[in-house]
């Protein structure tokens, strides 16, 4: 029986821009943060007690790649659970992702934590580097669809 049940509520957000190769999005390779690690993701992390989703997602981008986030629009509500983790003390944890995405920023991207993420790099929504989680390419075609906000449960 499961005793111990963690909830979080994290954010992360598509910086994106059209190309030669169609819609790029920019990503980074988690490392050494004890989460997914190896793992391309956008940037994002959990939100501080209190702060509004799209405020936290602008706080998360400067301070993974050093950019001003313009006007981020939420395109994602996912909702998670996850099995156990061997290497913490929740058995399950539960929680929602709010996923925003933007094409406008000031400043130029760079690996402002570079002990936790390497350079980000803007990689084609067709050919997304691996591993990366199943609902970042979800995310990403709808977003290229021009879909509205896109609503699903992922369970791993």
Known sequence: MLSHWGFQT??????WRESAEGLQICL??????KVMDGYWLCPG???AAGERPAVSVCREIQEELGVQAI?????GLLTFATAVHPKTAVEKTMGVNYVFATNRWRGETYAAEPHLHSAPAFFPVENLPDPHPKWLKDVAENLLRGGSTLM???SG
Request: aromatic share 4%; hydrophobic share 35%.
């Open 28 to 33: 980074h390779q988690r490392q050494q943060t």
């Open 152 to 154: 699903q449960h992922y």
């Open 45 to 47: 992390g959990r939100m």
């Open 10 to 15: 994290v954010v992360h957000a598509l910086l």
């Open 71 to 75: 006007n981020p629009r939420l395109i």
